[in-house]
């Protein structure tokens, strides 16, 4: 059964930085897609960061230059480095990964690929 637990959520002041993490058990980092995605109250869910299993990475328009997301295959953790936060980056944060291989064309990088498994979130509120 596929685990996946976030970490690293919290409070801080805008233009500050936040490091999420994300462990995994039942599951094997190196062989499928994963992504962050948020969820601020009111709105829709939203992906944030993709990565393939060959390290490509897809961001969404709000991440770029700001966000960085990583993976360590070894430990199965999966981060996202958040730096210059802003106000409006305050949302329940999930981490995902997908339940098939990974098709080698970048589809999963792709805004509208759904994902299977989800962890619970973590909470990230900025504040002025």
């Known amino acids: 059964q596929v685990q996946l637990v976030e970490s690293g959520g919290g409070s801080v002041q805008a233009g500050g930085s936040l490091r999420l993490s994300c462990a995994a058990s039942?599951?094997?980092?190196?062989?499928?897609?994963m992504g962050w995605f948020r969820q601020a109250p009111g709105k829709e869910r939203e992906g944030v960061a993709r990565?393939?299993?060959?390290?490509?990475?897809s961001y969404a328009d709000s991440a770029k230059g700001r966000f960085t997301i990583s993976k360590d295959n070894a430990n199965n953790t999966l981060y996202l480095l958040m730096n210059s936060l802003k106000i409006d980056d305050t949302a329940m944060y999930y981490c995902a990964a997908d339940g098939r291989p990974d098709d080698g064309l970048g589809s999963c990088l792709l805004p509208g690929y759904s994902m299977d498994y989800w962890g619970k979130g973590t909470l990230v509120i900025i504040s002025s």
């Open positions: 990565i393939d299993t060959d390290g490509t990475i």
């Open positions: 039942g599951y094997t980092y190196s062989t499928y897609c």
